[in-house]
């Protein structure tokens, strides 16, 4: 086994030598990635400086006679073994090809005295069920004859209290864990963060989350900033959130070559780290290391001088998956929103709220309490297991108290920025980690129907997603286990359920007691699938509909109300009733449920979808940022003039096919004389869908489809064949549609390999 290792010769196959660092950033220059040059000092080299030192047997000693769970122990215990450490002298041949080695790089690098990061490497490190996370300690920009004393300070850090804890913990056997140490050339970052290539909170995997700071990314890592938060979707490239943090300082190299923060204005401290061409190229390198390692990645990278560097690559070890959602919830009344923030693992936690100024008061958790703080490190987390949830004023979805709560299995919420002010010890709250929100009080669990969904049999996963269309709210949890999602979600039901004109709510100065009916319902349903998404399709009664009603005595008589006053055009009339609706959507979104799309039925001009925009916008809901917005496409005139709509702003579509066929083939599906002549398939109906699916694709917008048409197994295979994104069925043809749509996937596929 070599002492020396450089990241050219190492592949995943040499863990045991390089550790998972090492390994893996040997498997990224063999990909062909931007990776700063660099080698490994080897396990060998730990385990030759143990032998020569005699310190083996005496830290083994130690640490069999410490009991890990009392906390004087612990401490006792790793400040012996560190000592052992720090007071004897690295092997002489050792330090000289450590050295030697160092200067090759400087060589490499064009520079006398090359900065250099000098990382831990754990050979049970970045393993695909385990994270060290913290665990062990990194050096940034260590020159010269620094070099071997930070190395052997890297040794001395695999008997940090928090290290031997955790592997305790973990079942594993502190003699079988070597340490190598990665010796990196230093990024001089601008820029940098963290890049996940599947949602780390949700367990997406069509989506790449990466989050940016200005500066050295270790700002990010530590959780000493709230980065800025981008989210890309991961087939089209198509940014689909931004959410930009407030970064009040960053960590750059100053002239001396050494560490410093440095505190930004206000007007950096807002700004957007990364551009949009930034954003993409982050995710195309975010798709190929995905694709090389064949599984989900957790990258760190560095931007210097307008060039991306990887730093480095390991497998995401807790990905939670949609279909386990955040389920079985008692929640059925809105709650106080105490404060809001990232959701970084998903569940819900209740409890008293402890606040942690400090780590002498890290006693004061006990079990089941609300542990918050600015933001933890790696000395809480006995504490944190205590933990019924999390919550930290700073960080982002790769910070320290994201990535260790997500591995424990606790909700957490992370860059609140007001935490620890707003919340004081004793308080009862609920923590959602899926939404990031903490609310006042408590909410029971409901565990009969948690085992019931937790026994659901696993689904088929498929490319193109499966929804399911929905009116009755009530039914939400029972349909949520088995699709993807809520194509279509009709208010009707919520609305002319009350037995009341919804104008009259208005009228009579009860616009609330409207907006509350309507975010009650669509609560249910975006609390059941979170945090797959729900498409609220807005009012589109036909005026006899309203006439039965309380107060709708005054409803137009129209000869055919499927061509009337309906959709979008009556909202445009009367616009305080899709404004009552969208500051339904406005406060759901403030109780932190961010899977809400937002439908306009019956468009036929681009107009129509811009004065519903401004109607949104003033209900303080922002199109394309709050919510995703889109339209229906039930009107050959949408269908032709797709490319416009496009262009005024949409994020998806959903095919209303009831309407569609019957507008196109000029015949009344309700009319018994010519009902035979309706047809979904008929060639001009799929030629208007095939146009329209192939113009999104084109631009990255969604298409699904919501209309009889998804619950017929022909027309899916002609959707599957189109592209479509998603189908959306009645509850009772997901499971039979979904089948058909992985048999014609598996078909097209082997269709493309035989060609």
Request: aromatic share 6%; with cysteine; hydrophobic share 40%.
């Amino acid at each position: 086994m070599r002492t020396i290792a450089w990241f050219d010769e190492l592949s995943s196959e040499d863990v045991g030598v390089a550790g998972g660092k090492g390994a893996n950033l040997g498997e990224l220059v063999k990909a062909g990635m931007p990776v700063p040059p660099g080698f490994v000092v080897t396990v060998r080299a730990y385990y030759q400086f143990l032998e020569h030192t005699g310190l083996k047997d005496r830290i083994m000693e130690i640490l069999r006679n410490c009991n890990v769970d009392d906390s004087d122990d612990l401490n006792r215990a790793s400040r012996e073994i560190r000592e052992l450490i720090s007071g004897v002298e690295v092997p002489e041949e050792l330090s000289k090809e450590i050295m030697g080695s160092y200067r090759k790089l400087c060589e490499v690098c064009g520079e006398s005295e090359v900065p250099v990061a000098v990382r831990s490497s754990a050979t049970a490190e970045d393993l695909p069920d385990a994270s060290f996370a913290g665990q062990q300690e990194t050096f940034l920009n260590v020159r010269g004859s620094q070099l071997v004393e930070k190395v052997r300070s890297c040794w001395s850090s695999l008997f940090t209290p928090r290290a031997i804890f955790y592997r305790e913990k973990k079942g594993f056997q502190h003699e079988k864990v070597g340490i190598a140490v990665v010796v990196q050339k230093m990024v001089n970052a601008e820029k940098a963060g963290v890049m996940f290539t599947a949602h780390p909170s949700t367990g997406e995997r069509d989506k790449i989350v990466i989050e940016a700071a200005f500066g050295l990314g270790e700002s990010v890592v530590s959780g000493a900033v709230t980065p800025d938060h981008y989210e890309v979707e991961k087939e089209t490239g198509r940014v689909i959130k931004k959410e930009v943090g407030v970064k009040a300082s960053k960590l750059v190299r100053d002239e001396n070559g050494s560490t410093v923060e440095v505190k930004l204005d206000a007007e950096e401290a807002r700004a957007q780290v990364l551009s949009d061409e930034e954003i993409a190229k982050l995710a195309e390198f975010g798709r190929r290391v995905e694709e090389h390692f064949g599984s989900p990645q957790d990258i760190e990278w560095a931007i210097e001088g307008g060039s991306i560097y990887l730093l480095q690559s390991r497998a995401i070890t807790v990905l939670y998956q949609e279909e386990k959602g955040d389920v079985g919830e008692e929640q059925e009344e809105p709650m106080e929103v105490l404060v809001k923030g990232l959701g970084a693992s998903p569940g819900t936690g209740s409890g008293r709220v402890k606040v942690i100024g400090s780590l002498e008061e890290l006693s004061k958790v006990e079990q089941g309490d609300v542990l918050v703080t600015t933001m933890t490190n790696p000395d809480m987390v006995p504490a944190m297991k205590r933990a019924s949830a999390i919550v930290t004023d700073e960080g982002g979805m790769t910070c320290h108290a994201a990535i260790i709560s997500r591995e424990l299995g606790i909700p957490c919420v992370v860059g609140t920025g007001n935490a620890t002010k707003v919340l004081r010890d004793g308080m009862e709250v609920t923590v959602d980690g899926a939404r990031g929100v903490v609310y006042k009080g408590r909410v029971e669990k409901k565990e009969e129907e948690r085992v019931q969904v937790a026994q659901a049999a696993p689904k088929v996963v498929t490319a193109t997603e499966v929804k399911v269309n929905l009116s009755i709210p009530e039914i939400a949890e029972r349909v949520a286990p088995g699709a993807d999602g809520v194509g279509l979600l009709r208010v009707e039901h919520m609305i002319l359920g009350t037995g009341e004109h919804p104008m009259n709510f208005i009228r009579d100065g009860r616009e609330e007691v409207l907006v509350n009916k309507i975010a009650d319902g669509v609560r249910k349903v975006a609390q059941a699938f979170y945090p797959k998404p729900v498409w609220y399709r807005t009012l589109d009664a036909p005026t006899d509909e309203f006439r039965s009603l309380k107060g709708g005595e005054e409803e137009p008589h129209e000869h055919n109300p499927m061509l009337g006053w309906r959709g979008v055009r009556r909202a445009i009339d009367e616009p305080e009733l899709m404004l009552a609706e969208f500051k339904a959507i406005r406060k759901l979104v403030d109780e932190g449920y961010t899977n809400i799309g937002v439908m306009i039925p019956l468009v036929q001009h681009p107009e129509e979808l811009r004065k519903a925009k401004e109607i949104a916008k003033k209900a303080g809901l922002e199109p394309h940022r709050d919510v995703k917005f889109g339209i229906m496409v039930e009107i050959p005139a949408a269908a032709l003039i797709i490319e416009e709509f496009i262009k005024e702003g949409i994020d998806f579509i959903s095919f209303g096919t009831n309407d569609l066929t019957q507008y196109t083939l000029a015949v009344d599906r309700n009319n018994e004389r010519v009902a035979k002549l309706y047809s979904e398939k008929h060639p001009a109906v799929l030629k208007l869908i095939e146009m329209v699916i192939r113009a999104c694709r084109e631009h990255g917008v969604e298409t699904s489809i919501c209309g009889q048409a998804g619950s017929d197994p022909e027309v899916a295979r002609k959707l599957v064949e189109f592209g479509i994104t998603s189908i959306s069925a009645n509850p009772d043809a997901v499971d039979r549609i979904r089948e058909i749509v992985a048999r014609t996937e598996m078909r097209l596929l082997l269709d493309s390999v035989r060609k």
